[in-house]
């Protein structure tokens, strides 16, 4: 089967790379597969799981928004923070998801910024969502 070259990078560095059949994701604009051979593209990402098919296993790494390009035989997503599934810290997701609850609660109050923990609850359902292989 063709495949083409998936790289996941953040501000930190690398944090995948692997010759994949497929990948897919959440765009701005809805959901993106990209096969072998797709024509060349940028587009914006949301905070999401990228899924990565390959030998009929599909990997999953998380991602807080960012970019996907799409150049002949290789893919870069280029990702504010990006996680593989196993590595993703479930106790820490599990806080971040509990302190950002705690915000939303406490919105009536001024100082809370209300964006700002829709945001964070975002990444830590996202996280916890992909250590246990959903999405
Ligand atoms: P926290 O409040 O726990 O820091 P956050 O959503 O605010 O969560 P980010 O700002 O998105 O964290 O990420 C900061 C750095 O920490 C990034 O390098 C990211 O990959 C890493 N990171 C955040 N949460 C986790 C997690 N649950 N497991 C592993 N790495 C994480």
Aim: charged residues 30%.
């Amino acid at each position: 089967m063709k495949t083409m070259k998936v790289n996941v990078v953040t501000p930190d560095g690398p944090v995948y790379e692997s010759d994949v059949e497929m990948v897919s994701t959440k765009a701005q604009t809805g959901e993106l597969g990209i096969l072998p051979g797709h024509i060349p593209m940028v587009a914006p990402l949301e905070i999401g799981a990228v899924r990565m098919k390959h030998d009929g296993k599909t990997e999953l790494v998380a991602v807080s928004g960012g970019f996907l390009e799409v150049r002949p035989d290789t893919v870069t997503i280029l990702a504010q923070t990006a996680e593989t599934s196993d590595e993703i810290d479930v106790e820490r997701a599990i806080r971040a998801k509990e302190r950002a609850e705690q915000r939303l609660r406490e919105r009536q109050q001024e100082n809370v910024d209300f964006r700002r923990a829709e945001l964070a609850l975002q990444r830590a359902i996202n996280r916890i969502s992909i250590s246990q292989g959903k999405l």
